[in-house]
């Protein structure tokens, strides 16, 4: 993990996360524990530089999943970019079609990955704003795209 949130997060979120006074920014840490009886009371968490643990009396927590794409099964199956995001549309280069021997002598739709007729959307798609309506947004003209590959 990075020493902050600038290379991964907007300034928006960063701002909110910086500019709350009861927020504490841990970097280089993961959960080791989530305890209490009928809600949360307590965290535990492990420095990963040093795997020191501290525990603090806890009741909220807050997670943001997505950031780190869980791509790797694609690889070589599907162009993704250097960070691990699938590679839809006008982002594939002649490169990545030319190394998923693209057939067809259409360019790939703007939502469909180096695989035609496969469609990828939202967080794990290269160059999606990472935001839940964009998510649904693109959800919603991947359909039609589907409907038109089923036509050709």
């Given at each position: 993990m990075a020493d902050g949130l600038a290379e991964s997060k907007s300034r928006y979120l960063i701002r909110r996360i910086a500019g709350h006074p009861a927020t504490e920014l841990r970097t280089h840490t993961e959960i080791a524990?989530?305890?209490g009886r009928?809600?949360?009371?307590r965290v535990r968490w492990r420095d990963n530089r040093d795997g020191s643990t501290e525990q603090r009396d806890v009741?909220?927590?807050f997670m943001m999943?997505?950031?780190v794409p869980c791509t790797a099964w694609l690889k070589g199956c599907i162009a993704l970019d250097a960070h691990g995001f699938i590679k839809t549309g006008p982002d594939l280069t002649p490169d990545d079609l030319a190394a998923s021997r693209w057939p067809l002598a259409r360019a790939?739709?703007?939502?469909?990955?180096s695989r035609p007729g496969i469609f990828a959307v939202g967080d794990v798609r290269a160059g999606n704003i990472k935001r839940v309506a964009s998510a649904v947004g693109e959800g919603s003209i991947a359909i039609s795209l589907i409907h038109k590959v089923l036509a050709e």
């Open positions: 524990a989530l305890e009928n809600h949360l009371e009741r909220h927590v999943a997505g950031a790939p739709y703007l939502l469909e990955t």
